[in-house]
């Protein structure tokens, strides 16, 4: 069984930062593509960031500049590290990751969630 966990979230004051992680585990045959997502109470998820497993990535607009993505394919580990922080990306975040187990059949995994706060 393959699993996702997520470590890094927290209270932080705007302007501050934060790194959040992303441990995948299990019999893994590769990793397609990575992502952070986030949920706001009472809205769906949504996207945040992504990388694929050649390194490219896309950022939702109103992070751009200010959170930046990596991975490590040989560890099955992603980051987010999140700088310039805002109210407003106050959430609770989400890892995701499209798992290869057996080729070519992929699956959608995701993380149990850490709790952003950012304060004034």
């Known amino acids: 069984q393959v699993q996702l966990v997520e470590s890094g979230g927290g209270l932080v004051q705007a302007g501050g930062s934060l790194r959040l992680s992303c441990a995948a585990s299990?019999?893994?045959?590769?990793?397609?593509?990575m992502g952070w997502y986030r949920q706001f109470p009472g809205t769906r998820r949504e996207l945040v960031a992504t990388?694929?497993?050649?390194?490219?990535?896309s950022y939702a607009d109103s992070v751009k500049g200010r959170f930046t993505i990596s991975r490590d394919n040989a560890k099955n580990t992603m980051t987010l590290q999140m700088n310039s922080l805002k109210r407003e990306d106050t959430a609770v975040y989400y890892c995701?990751?499209?798992?290869?187990?057996?080729?070519?059949?992929?699956?959608?995994?995701w993380g149990q969630g850490t709790q952003v706060t950012v304060s004034s």
């Open positions: 995701y990751a499209e798992v290869i187990l057996y080729p070519p059949d992929a699956f959608d995994y």
């Open positions: 299990g019999i893994i045959f590769s990793i397609n593509n």
């Open positions: 990388i694929t497993n050649g390194g490219s990535t």
